[in-house]
């Protein structure tokens, strides 16, 4: 590969800490957070949750419940993340959660959202403590949050998208722009 191309291909560092409007936005709609699986001290100091698992604690070995905000460690092990997610979602122990991810439509671990409704965020999110852009796009996945109050809170940070049942021309489902 392109040496040049590298940085939007992968994360250099895991921690990209969120900033406090997407935090703002996330609580509008979830009403309020329950847990962070993800934190550490830093983030801990701007996420409001109820409770917060680091990384000694091992999130991913750990239960979740309730409202669930994740800002996973980026690199390799994001897929174990939104697996764990996913699974506690679907399990009925997570009941709403919001994801802030790189967009990497392409990959396994992305297509376990593949239901979920998703902000692809325009342009580059400037994440806390970041003095530019991130090299790489974001997108937020809302699991059991009305779509409504979704779209609300995020919609004017880009597109919200989810997959629609027989949507255009086409046979099956298809990703369509809610709103």
Known sequence: MDSRLAPLMTSTKG???????IIERAIRVLG???????????????????????????????????????????????????????????????TAAIALLPAR?????WQRLAGCPICFVRGRLRF?????????????????C?????ASAFGDLGGIWRLVAGAGQGKGRQLALWG
Not at 105 to 109: F, K, L, M, N
Not at 146 to 150: H, P, Q, R
């Open 128 to 144: 806390s403590g970041q003095g530019t852009g991130a090299p790489f796009p974001s997108a937020l996945a809302a699991l059991g």
């Open 32 to 94: 309020a957070i329950d847990l962070d699986p993800a934190s550490d001290r830093l983030a801990a100091a701007s996420i409001p949750a109820a409770r917060y698992y680091t990384q000694e604690q091992d999130g991913l070995a750990l239960p979740w419940a309730g409202r669930v905000w994740l800002n996973p460690p980026y690199g390799r092990v994001i897929g174990l993340w939104v697996a764990k997610l996913v699974a506690e979602y679907e399990a009925g122990r997570v």
């Open 15 to 21: 921690e990209w800490y969120t900033p406090p409007e």
């Open 146 to 150: 009305e779509l409504g109050a979704f």
């Open 105 to 109: 439509p392409d990959t396994r671990w």
